[in-house]
């Protein structure tokens, strides 16, 4: 307001409240509002450089914690470098959180300077939650504002250096979409990315854990910045249940067979013996003999959550409910890498070939859908891909003609209950049965080396009938070729009890003296001949001759290699008479 010569103190106060009073309230109190908030943002900036670095670790370094040096030594080389961006990717409860929280308290002990910030990233609800928080704690400007981006707010803190050194633990990213999220049918534009708010500062480094190598891969900027962390080895294991025991360990082998028993996972081992402590008279062999009574006990203990405090509140402490959320993103992901999961889970857990799988692939995808072969390969190696990434399979090695693949016990255990959900166990244990039948060869000795590499995956197969009878018919092939090369390598016990079962199958599904019936007879009828029970293999022989040439014909070609097999058991008994009469029936036929 302009001075007035001469006007008088009270004249000059009186003229300046008719203005003030003449003009819009806003514009009264703008200079005021805008001088407070100039100077409150001085005084925050101020106090946000003074601030001591802090963390938001949200667990104390565990007292149990078993080392592994090699995986935190490639933690302390790549996120000494500036901008860095770090994963570690691995099966749900193998470790790679409480991996992530030893470092983040190394790091604050030998750089306390460096503030630490945990992010729980398993969704976008979850990200923005942790985001808001780190505004809280920072006390940034403008974050009590409803319409403030809260996110940006925090990305840009993050960005300015002045703020000092950071680093960021990304935890549980499992899914790349909310972080890089495609456009949705009738959506004019595409959702905001949450990767935008992952700035590469030259004074920050980001340390993602993540149960997908491709997702983990995709926010650290590629694959040579990934580290998968496996199951532990026996003397990590041995250490770590000799942490989580209250009582203590006995130097006998239990420990051992409980590690192996359990695939040497670190969630495992914690399950079980915190529900070893908790029955304070129970021992490891106790426990080991209640986990192999049955499959539904199994289930059960595996499904027994500990209540882990170290664990992130939201994720189950039970080994079966860990791995099934895998098992569900896979599925919503890509249902045919799913369907692959199923079909493995019933192989032996390990040396499942490759060629078997992708036969199975091209026969199941139905070739004529496609432009080639080629076309439904590159479909099988996409799902074993999207498998692998999720560090359900693992190739462990290759021959000069096919490769082999791996899956934990504990996985296919817990893939077969997660079937059990949605009653589809036997359907695959039918689709696994039938693919044997397709590829277990008859025991010739040109085809030994297809079935000693199959062998191993038949071996499961005894002790389990199917249900339904196309299988049970099926089953009894697998087991009748299976007992052949088991006869012809000379392991007559085990050709002995796998064919009887094979017979009692066949004899009940499809009758006495079907030819199939009477070619499992045959297999059985040779190993007790070659075992010295002449006078059973005798009877059987018999009976296939009867069988056959009521089925058959007398003059049938088949004929010729019964009455042959019978006169050879004949003579070995040294009934020489009867076995040449066999012959000459033989040469007359």
Same mark, same amino acid.
């Given at each position: ?48 450089? /003074? ?53 983040a308290h190394h790091l604050r002990h ?40 809260? /996110? ?8 300015? &250096? ?14 790349? &979409? ?120 199994? &289930? ?17 402490? #039970? ?6 959320i895998s098992f569900e993103h896979i ?7 799913a369907d692959l999961l199923s079909l493995? /889970? ?89 693919? $044997? ?81 009477? #070619?499992?007879?045959?297999? $059985? ?65």
């Amino acid at each position: 307001m302009p001075l007035t010569y001469g006007e008088g103190r009270e004249r000059a106060f009186a003229r300046l409240q008719r203005e003030i009073n003449a003009r819009p309230i806003d514009e009264r109190t703008a200079p005021l509002q805008h001088d407070i908030t100039e100077e409150q943002g001085q005084t925050t900036s101020e106090r946000q450089r /003074s601030r001591e670095p802090f963390s938001t670790v949200p667990f104390a370094s565990d007292a149990d914690f078993v080392d592994q040096p090699e995986i935190l030594a490639w933690l302390r080389n790549k996120c000494a470098v500036p901008g860095a961006l770090a994963a570690l990717v691995g099966l749900s409860g193998v470790g790679k959180s409480q991996i992530a929280i030893e470092y983040a308290h190394h790091l604050r002990h030998a750089a306390p300077r460096t503030y630490v910030f945990w992010v729980h990233a398993s969704t976008q609800t979850r990200f923005n939650e942790a985001y808001r928080g780190l505004a809280d704690r920072l006390e940034l400007p403008g974050r009590l504002d409803p319409k403030a981006n809260v /996110s940006r707010l925090v990305n840009n803190w993050l960005c300015d &250096e002045a703020n000092g050194q950071w680093t960021m633990i990304l935890d549980n990213v499992d899914e790349v &979409e909310p972080f890089f999220p495609s456009r949705q049918q009738g959506q004019k534009t595409a959702p905001a990315w949450l990767a935008a708010y992952l700035p590469q500062s030259r004074k920050g480094s980001i340390l993602i854990t993540s149960q997908s190598r491709d997702a983990a891969a995709k926010l650290a900027g590629g694959y040579h910045n990934v580290k998968e962390v496996l199951a532990m080895n026996e003397s990590q294991g041995l250490q770590l249940l000799r942490n989580k025991l209250t009582s203590t360990l006995s130097a006998d082998d239990t420990a051992l067979e409980l590690l192996r028993t359990l695939s040497h996972m670190p969630l495992a081992i914690t399950q079980a013996a915190a529900y070893i402590n908790r029955r304070s008279r129970r021992t490891i062999a106790e426990y080991l003999s209640e986990f192999r009574a049955n499959e539904k006990r199994r &289930e059960s203990l595996l499904n027994w959550n500990a209540g882990d405090l170290r664990r992130n509140e939201r994720v189950s402490n #039970a080994v079966v409910t860990a791995w099934q959320i895998s098992f569900e993103h896979i599925l919503w992901e890509k249902r045919s890498a799913a369907d692959l999961l199923s079909l493995m /889970s019933f192989f032996n857990p390990q040396g499942i070939p490759e060629l078997t799988l992708r036969r199975y692939n091209r026969t199941a995808s139905g070739v004529g859908a496609f432009n080639s072969d080629g076309e439904a390969d590159r479909m099988f190696d996409e799902d074993l891909d999207t498998l692998h990434a999720y560090s359900l399979v693992m190739s462990t090695r290759t021959t000069t003609d096919n490769k082999l693949w791996e899956v934990h016990v504990l996985v296919q255990f817990c893939t077969q209950v997660w079937l059990s959900s949605f009653s589809k166990p036997e359907r695959w244990k039918g689709e696994f049965v039938e693919l $044997l039948a397709q590829e277990y060869p008859e025991g010739q000795s040109e085809n030994w080396k297809q079935c000693e590499q199959l062998l191993p995956h038949v071996e499961p197969l005894y002790d389990a009938e199917p249900v339904s009878e196309q299988s049970s018919k099926l089953w009894a092939q697998v087991l009748t070729n299976a007992a052949r090369y088991l006869w012809m390598r000379g392991s007559y016990e085990t050709a002995q009890a796998v064919v009887t079962k094979a017979v009692s199958a066949r004899e009940r599904v499809l009758g006495l003296s079907h030819h199939q019936t009477l #070619a499992s007879l045959t297999v $059985l009828a040779s190993v007790l001949k070659d075992q010295g029970k002449y006078e059973e293999a005798e009877r059987l022989h018999r009976r296939v001759l009867e069988g056959k040439e009521k089925e058959l014909g007398k003059h049938h070609p088949d004929m010729l290699t019964s009455i042959a097999a019978s006169a050879l058991t004949l003579q070995d008994q040294g009934r020489c008479d009867e076995a040449e009469k066999l012959h000459r029936r033989a040469l007359e036929s």
